[in-house]
Nanobody, 126 residues
Framework: VQLQASGGGLVQAGGSLRLSCAAS????????MGWFRQASGKDREFVIG????????YAADFAEGRFTISRDNDQKTVYLQMDSLRPEDTAVYYC????????????????????WGQGTLVTVSS
């Protein structure tokens, strides 16, 4: 099982970044996908998630209206579009996969997620 996150980098406040997470060696379409982040000295926190079929999403309050998640089950990839970035968005961003039934709600609990990517660093300068 592999989740390979990419797309992080340095961006100025107000800018945008698009993260990608490519999955391999598991049934991607049977997993809810989520993005989490961890800033230096802080706990890992939920950012946004997307259901198995891509029809439902759920975002943390700070991500609502600025961050968008999408997925391509044929390409086994999940994306995180981040707009209007703020310095407080600086963190390592992780993608994660949660094996769920189709109708399960999107969990914001990292313990519910089965597989994790290695993380990609996003730095937002003021």
């Amino acid at each position: 099982v592999q989740l390979q996150a990419s797309g992080g980098g340095l961006v100025q406040a107000g800018g945008s970044l698009r993260l990608s997470c490519a999955a391999s060696n598991f049934m991607f379409s049977r997993y809810t996908m989520g993005w989490f982040r961890q800033a230096s000295g802080k706990d890992r926190e939920f950012v946004i998630g997307i259901s198995r079929n891509g029809r439902n999403t759920y975002a943390a309050d700070f991500a609502e209206g600025r961050f968008t998640i999408s997925r391509d089950n044929d390409q086994k990839t999940v994306y995180l579009q981040m707009d209007s970035l703020r310095p407080e968005d600086t963190a390592v961003y992780y993608c994660a996969a949660d094996h769920t039934i189709l109708t399960a709600p999107i969990s914001r609990n990292p313990l519910e997620y089965d597989y994790w990517g290695q993380g990609t660093l996003v730095t937002v300068s003021s």
